[in-house]
């Protein structure tokens, strides 16, 4: 998590870097940019989280910026923090709307998430629907 100051705003934002110094990631954040652009036309608005930099640092790794989502956490959080008796109830809508998502990622665009982990989503609670998952990681 960084906080990016500029003459109009301050915001919080995820930034993902390569583990080896000098690699890219430019292809990720084209894949997350696509991802993002796909889920929001079909109802989840903040399926990813939206690309708002890709840059370079001095080691020449290239990184990229995400948007945080208000009020998130991950699954395994927000598992964690709900009551025992209603961890069935939310994994059924969780694993719904997970499954709507990989199931149109992977018809529309040909995308097989193969990193499935409840660090890898977020969870935003809304009235209606109750819940929505995000992918966060491609």
């Known amino acids: 998590e960084v906080v990016c100051e500029s003459q109009h705003k301050k915001q919080k934002l995820y930034v993902k870097r390569p583990n080896?110094?000098?690699?890219?990631?430019l292809y990720e954040a084209c894949i997350q940019k696509l991802v993002g652009k796909s889920?929001?036309?079909?109802?989840?608005?903040?399926?990813?989280p939206k690309v708002?930099?890709?840059?370079k640092l001095r080691d020449n790794s290239v990184c990229f910026a995400m948007e945080q989502i208000d009020n998130s956490m991950t699954l395994d959080k927000y598992l964690e923090s709900i009551p025992r008796n209603s961890i069935s109830n939310v994994m059924i809508d969780c694993l719904l709307q997970l499954t709507a998502m990989v199931w149109y990622l992977d018809r529309s665009l040909g995308i097989n998430h193969r990193d499935l982990k409840?660090?890898?989503?977020?969870?935003?609670?809304?009235?209606?629907?109750?819940?929505?998952?995000?992918?966060?990681?491609?």
């Open 20 to 25: 080896i110094p000098g690699r890219s990631l």
């Open 118 to 138: 409840p660090s890898n989503f977020l969870i935003t609670e809304h009235i209606l629907p109750k819940r929505k998952i995000i992918v966060i990681e491609n």
């Open 52 to 55: 708002v930099s890709i840059f």
């Open 39 to 48: 889920l929001a036309n079909i109802g989840f608005p903040t399926g990813a």
